[in-house]
Nanobody, 126 residues
């Protein structure tokens, strides 16, 4: 069965760094568009970053640009979100999601992703 499992969340100090992982099983991650999303209490789920199928073109939300990096390790069938210079407003449940596509777009639609992980909680606090 197709699965996405996030890990790496936890408590971190403001200004600190954290790396989230999303391990895929039951399918080849390289064949899918990949996105990271987050949802804070009382807020809508929002896109954080997106990676195109195969060729790996990246896209970032303005509020994380320069601080977060998305990457894919095909050998491990895993996608990562490296987060640095973390702010309290980055606190949220972070989700990875994928969409099957024949194209190479790096825009991940929050309402159109095909498969979602269960999420991992990131808390940025002193």
């Amino acid at each position: 069965q197709l699965q996405l499992v996030e890990s790496g969340g936890g408590l971190v100090q403001p200004g600190g760094s954290l790396r989230l992982s999303c391990a895929a099983s039951g399918f080849t991650l390289d064949d899918y568009q990949i996105g990271w999303f987050r949802q804070a209490p009382g807020k809508e789920r929002e896109g954080v970053s997106c990676l195109s199928r195969s060729v790996g073109i990246t896209n970032y939300a303005d509020f994380v640009k320069g601080r977060f990096t998305i990457s894919r390790d095909n050998a491990k069938n895993t996608v990562y979100l490296q987060m640095s210079s973390l702010k309290p407003e980055d606190s949220a449940v972070y989700y990875c999601a994928v969409r099957r596509t024949l194209g190479y777009t790096s825009y991940c639609p929050v309402g159109g992703m095909d498969y979602w992980g269960k999420g991992t909680l990131v808390t940025v606090s002193s």
